[in-house]
């Protein structure tokens, strides 16, 4: 069984600039999570995705963060646009059971 | 109420030793708690994971301690590996919702 995809797996732009980061999750999981993680941290929730639908957004700065979730499968998270501190590690993940989470490799950003 | 306490920061353990690493928590809802994994460069992975009504769940050299009342559990990592340097999370979630993770340990095992 293939694992959560991530792409691209690093990515550096300059502050301003928009970036985007795609995420296809195992077959069949209906529940996809973003999450940020800061070097040195645990991951921090940024959305939750129950098929379609944004179930949990509340800690996704909605002033420069946007994500989808088209026909309940692949996802896109983007900034628009980036700034210094966006610099982290994005990791997608996603459930079958609303329990056990499996997580991508993870997009490294890195924005001058 | 929703953080998760993770200590220590780092571990140095020697090769065939036992390495332990714990986690505390506030939030009484959280029904779930698993240990997460994670080399350089890598996303967690899922190492093992417990449900509050069990006290200890064993897989392999790997062991989770649940305390309820005291709103505390475990991991134990038996006959210590190379193999096993990497950091460690412990997190915490209430139903399908997000998991809240800990700080992480850097578990080092010396040859």
């Known amino acids: 069984e293939a694992g959560v995809v991530q792409s691209p797996r690093y990515k550096i732009i300059e502050k301003k600039q928009p970036v985007a980061f795609w995420c296809n999750p195992i077959?069949?999981?209906?529940?996809l999570y973003w999450y940020l993680q800061n070097l040195g941290q645990g991951p921090e929730l940024l959305i939750r995705y129950e098929n379609e639908e944004a179930v949990d957004d509340s800690q996704l700065p909605k002033d420069r963060f946007s994500a989808e979730r088209l026909k309940g499968v692949d996802s896109t998270l983007k900034i628009q646009p980036a700034e210094l501190g966006d610099s982290a590690v994005y990791l997608c993940a996603s459930s079958l059971t609303g329990r056990e989470q499996f997580f991508g490799p993870g997009t490294r950003l890195t924005v001058l | 109420q929703q953080q998760v306490k993770q200590s220590p920061q780092s571990l140095i353990v020697q090769k065939g030793g036992i390495s332990i690493i714990n986690c505390a928590y506030e939030n009484t809802a959280f029904d779930y708690f698993p240990w997460y994994q994670q080399f350089p460069g890598k996303g967690p992975a899922l190492l093992i994971a417990i449900r509050p009504d069990v006290s200890e769940k064993k897989e392999g050299r790997f062991t989770i301690s649940f305390n309820k009342s005291a709103k505390q559990f475990s991991l134990h990592i038996m006959d210590s590996q190379p193999g096993d340097s990497a950091t460690y999370f412990c997190a915490a979630s209430q139903g399908a919702q997000k998991l809240v993770f800990g700080q992480g340990t850097r578990l080092t095992i010396n040859p």
């Open positions: 077959s069949g999981h209906n529940t």
